[in-house]
């Protein structure tokens, strides 16, 4: 069989595999569509939060960003891997004790007060539309390469599939679909990394083949080989750090605070059978993720050397060393049709230039080789992973089982971040507020409407995203680490704190952070409206807008503290019950 074929098998076998799994746990209550019966085991719970969590920023973008960031990316790795750490040490166990089915839900309670539940609705739907962004943007490009359509029709399609087991299961079916993709896209992101692995170097295992030599016999380094050959068409090196100290450690500390305080991830903690549970579910979570996250380092080194040796057949400089464009692999060729691969004969040699143009010490060089700028005009991170088993000229199966993976992995959490804006508006503004006396069953069919509204608005801004789908969650990550994150830990730790305080913290933090971001990406991410230039030299202080979202965390609870101590404090009830949550064996 051709690859296509293999491809068509391997993602349509599996969607079908997911619309039985929705059938079969069609959610019937709504307790079901909002934390599965809350009957779900830690084993389980872990694995369909790893790939809840594992989106299409992990599979399909991370490595990506590795590849072309190499040591600057190093901060997605700790700050997603760490937050987990945060996320079982000060919130799980103590909002599953709770018993809220939303995060709004707990706010709403703990801060006695209307408003704060609908403050945190707001900051919800904000972080979790920005992160879905991202999702949608990696469902374009799977599909799109994998189905041989064009990026905006991938969207489409991808909306059709989350529309279908999403709206239909709710938590229940959403679970166990998520358990199934996790199987499928692990074996699709690990499975190559081996075959690349000892292609490259001899060794199966991809994290120990990063450190080791080339299997050509040279003794040359991976990572040695690698800096050579970038560093030499005048990109800096993989293993060179760029950006400041003081963005890395801000980019580090609000990825690690927004994992903690992703409304999509802590409801996974609801759906369990008990509070010991909660914590051994991200335990395991931790676990299942360790597996992609240490594999994305190899896999971005990888891919950025076979990319730039495709193409660089030979020494720099030579007459015959740039690959012909006429003489392109058959993968080239298929991202094309794409749009997210792209060339222009500037010189009008025939021949492939891919170098830093940007680099003004390179420019001579250049120059003198009679090139006229960097003639590779579009490489999208995001298509890294996904054409890597293609370059590699890994099997056919191989690359469908990558394909299948990709868009596992860009569903499933389209799917709970979904599931999370549908439960604020149903359950949380509808239910909780303005119709108290709904019934279950129109409770529940508002909730499958909130959420075709929000797939449409999805689609819309994934066709339309601000940047590559990493950068984009990185964004949402801000958000959340602004705004969700200091109201939840004060809630749990602070008898203190007051609903003033809770509304105050949250406002400040979501508008300073939103309003940094805009500046640098635009009105509502619209193109043309940013009023800055989005690179070092404008940031402040040297502070990338990804990064702001610890600032604007620590805006919160210093906004939050000082409103607090001037307004009067909690009734004695809320603050009984902030003891009682801390308390092994109270409520429930």
């Avoid at 809350?38 to 719970?45: D, E, K, S």
């Avoid at 000060?90 to 018993?99: D, H, M, N």
């Avoid at 608005?457 to 601000?466: E, H």
Wanted: with cysteine; proline share 4%; net charge negative.
């Amino acid at each position: 069989m051709d690859t296509q074929t293999w491809i068509y098998l391997a993602v349509g076998g599996s969607f079908l595999l997911y619309f039985v799994i929705a059938i079969a746990s069609r959610a019937g209550s709504t307790e079901d569509f909002y934390v599965a019966g809350g009957g779900v085991g830690p084993v389980a719970n872990g694995m369909a939060t790893a790939a809840d969590w594992m989106s299409a920023a992990s599979f399909i973008s991370m490595a990506g960003l590795i590849a072309f960031l190499g040591y600057n990316a190093s901060p997605y790795l700790m700050g997603w891997t760490g937050g987990f750490v945060l996320l079982a040490l000060l919130l799980a166990p103590y909002l599953r004790k709770f018993g809220s089915f939303t995060v709004p839900a707990f706010v709403g309670a703990r801060y006695y007060s209307n408003v704060a539940r609908t403050v945190a609705i707001i900051c919800l739907i904000v972080a979790s539309i920005t992160y879905v962004i991202g999702q949608m943007k990696g469902v374009g490009v799977a599909f799109g390469r994998f189905l041989e359509v064009e990026f905006e029709t991938g969207v489409l399609i991808g909306m059709g599939v989350v529309f279908v087991y999403a709206v239909l299961g709710g938590m229940k079916g959403i679970t166990y679909t998520q358990i199934a993709q996790y199987i499928v896209l692990i074996f699709a992101f690990t499975v190559p990394a081996i075959f690349i692995s000892i292609q490259l170097t001899g060794v199966p295992l991809p994290q120990i083949g990063l450190g080791s030599t080339m299997a050509d016999g040279s003794g040359v380094y991976l990572l040695e080989k690698l800096d050579g050959v970038i560093t030499e068409l005048g990109f800096d090196r993989f293993t060179n750090p760029e950006h400041s100290t003081l963005n890395i450690f801000m980019l580090t500390l609000s990825l690690m605070i927004g994992t903690a305080g992703l409304p999509h991830v802590i409801i996974r903690f609801f759906t369990v059978r008990k509070v010991s549970d909660a914590r051994k579910s991200v335990g395991w979570a931790l676990f299942f993720i360790a597996i992609l996250y240490t594999t994305a380092p190899a896999v971005g080194a990888m891919a950025r050397l076979n990319l730039m040796e495709t193409v660089q057949t030979g020494p720099v400089g030579e007459a015959n060393s740039n690959l012909e464009y006429e003489q392109r692999p058959q993968w080239f060729k298929t991202w094309e049709g794409t749009g997210l691969l792209g060339f222009e004969d500037k010189n009008g040699d025939g021949r492939i230039q891919y170098y830093n143009d940007k680099n003004p010490e390179f420019q001579a060089t250049a120059e003198s080789n009679g090139w006229q700028g960097n003639e590779m005009v579009n490489v999208d991170r995001d298509i890294m992973v996904l054409a890597n088993p293609e370059i590699a000229q890994l099997p056919a199966w191989v690359i469908a089982l990558v394909a299948a993976g990709g868009v596992a992995a860009a569903l499933s959490t389209a799917a709970g971040l979904l599931l999370a804006i549908s439960s604020a508006i149903s359950h949380d503004l509808l239910k909780s507020m303005l119709r108290p006396d709904i019934s279950e069953k129109g409770e529940l069919m508002a909730g499958r409407i909130a959420m075709t509204g929000a797939i449409l608005v999805a689609g819309y801004l994934g066709i339309n995203p601000p940047g590559f789908a990493a950068e984009v969650v990185a964004l949402a990550f801000g958000l959340a680490a602004s705004s969700l994150f200091p109201v939840l830990l004060m809630g749990v730790f602070s008898k203190r704190m007051n609903r003033e305080g809770g509304i105050a913290g949250m406002l400040a933090g979501l508008t300073v952070t939103i309003v940094y971001i805009f500046l640098y990406k635009g009105v509502f991410f619209v193109p043309g409206t940013n009023l800055f230039a989005d690179d070092a030299s404008s940031w402040m202080l040297g502070i990338q807008p990804e990064s702001f979202g610890a600032i604007g965390a620590a805006i919160n609870f210093i906004v939050a503290f000082m409103v607090s101590r001037v307004t009067p404090p909690p009734p004695a009830e809320v603050r009984e019950l902030v003891e009682n949550v801390r308390i092994p064996g109270v409520l429930r």
